[in-house]
Structure formats: C-alpha cells, structure tokens
Nanobody
Framework: VQLVESGGGLVQSGESLRVSCSTS????????IGWFRRTPGKEERMGVS?????????NYGDFVKGRFTISSDNAKKTVHLQMNSLREEDTGTYFC????????????????????WGKGTLVTVSS
C-alpha cells in the first residue's frame, strides 16, 4: 500500500496551490480518503477535508470551508486538494490518509482510525 503526496511548496498569502495524493495497493472505491494538517511545532494532526470515494460525499474543516476543494480522479486513484486564498495559518505538513468506509467515527476528527498514511508534503504560506 502506498499513499504519495505531491504538490507542496512555498506560496504567498492569497495565492493557490494544489496538493495531490496518489494511491496504490488497495481498492480505491472502498475507502474514504482525506487530508490532515500538522502545523509547525505541534504534534496534532487536524482534519482538513475528506471524501467518500464511492459515494462522492465530501467534508471540510470549518477553517477551510469555501477556500479548499477536494476531488478525486478515480481512473488514476488520486485525490486532489485545491487550496485557494491561502493564509499564513495554512502553513503546515499536509498528510494524506485513507480508511475503509463504514468506520463510525467522523473522518476529520479521528486520525487514529486511519488505515494508511502518506509521508506528507510541506505547504508554506508567507505574508
């Protein structure tokens, strides 16, 4: 199983960036896949956005609603996170995570329930 993030980088406040998570080794359609963020100096991983691949349901953390959009390319087994109107506080390492659908806990508040993790991609937003 592999989850490989890409697309991180340095941008200025107000700009946009898209990060992607390329997956392999599991049945893509049977999973929820999403993104967690860890800010510098903190261990906690905050839920950013998630998607039920088969049903298309999407969820967002309150702090990114209206700015970030999650999507999937099922043929390529890849999930994208389009991040617009970036702010300095969006700086952090973005981790892709996946778990089999049917797990009861809300994805964004249950990082402990993930089956697989990527290694993360760093996003830095400067003023």
């Amino acid at each position: 199983v592999q989850l490989v993030e890409s697309g991180g980088g340095l941008v200025q406040s107000g700009e946009s960036l898209r990060v992607s998570c390329s997956t392999s080794g599991f049945t893509f359609d049977d999973y929820e896949i999403g993104w967690f963020r860890r800010t510098p100096g903190k261990e906690e991983r905050m839920g950013v956005s998630s998607m039920n691949i088969r049903l298309g349901y999407k969820n967002y953390g309150d702090f990114v609603k209206g700015r970030f959009t999650i999507s999937s390319d099922n043929a390529k087994k890849t999930v994208h996170l389009q991040m617009n109107s970036l702010r300095e506080e969006d700086t952090g390492t973005y981790f892709c995570a996946a778990r089999r659908t049917g797990t009861g806990a809300l994805f964004l508040t249950a990082p402990w329930s993930m089956d697989y993790w990527g290694k993360g991609t760093l996003v830095t937003v400067s003023s």
